[in-house]
Nanobody, 124 residues
Framework: QVRLVESGGGLVQAGGSLRLSCAAS????????MGWFRQAPGKEREFVAG????????SFGDSVKGRFTISRDNAKKTMYLQMNSPTSEDTAVYYC?????????????????WGQGTQVTVSS
């Protein structure tokens, strides 16, 4: 059973930066794509970024393109989300997830394992 734990969330000023981490245990993740999602109060879960099993292919939601980057270190079983120039619109609970396949996936139902989430609040 794969277990995912997000960290690095908190309060950040608009225009600043924040890095989220997702540490995995209980399985080998090097054969699976991974992703970050977020959910704000009253809104549906939204795809933020995804990365292929080897880190060579990435994809981003339109609202974060050019501001966020995603990376992974398979040796450390950890994935990262670097958030640059956040705005109040980025305030949400951020979740990391492991995909069912090796490539980048966007629909949430293409992910098999989820973390418990970490709150990110952007102050303006």
């Amino acid at each position: 059973q794969v277990r995912l734990v997000e960290s690095g969330g908190g309060l950040v000023q608009a225009g600043g930066s924040l890095r989220l981490s997702c540490a995995a245990s209980g399985g080998s993740l090097s054969a699976y794509g991974m992703g970050w999602f977020r959910q704000a109060p009253g809104k549906e879960r939204e795809f933020v970024a995804g990365i292929s099993y080897n880190g060579h292919i990435t994809s981003f939601g339109d609202s974060v393109k050019g501001r966020f980057t995603i990376s992974r270190d398979n040796a450390k079983k950890t994935m990262y989300l670097q958030m640059n120039s956040p705005t109040s619109e980025d305030t949400a609970v951020y979740y990391c997830a492991v995909a069912q396949g090796i490539w980048v996936e966007e629909p949430p139902d293409r992910y098999a394992y989820w973390g418990q989430g970490t709150q990110v609040t952007v102050s303006s």
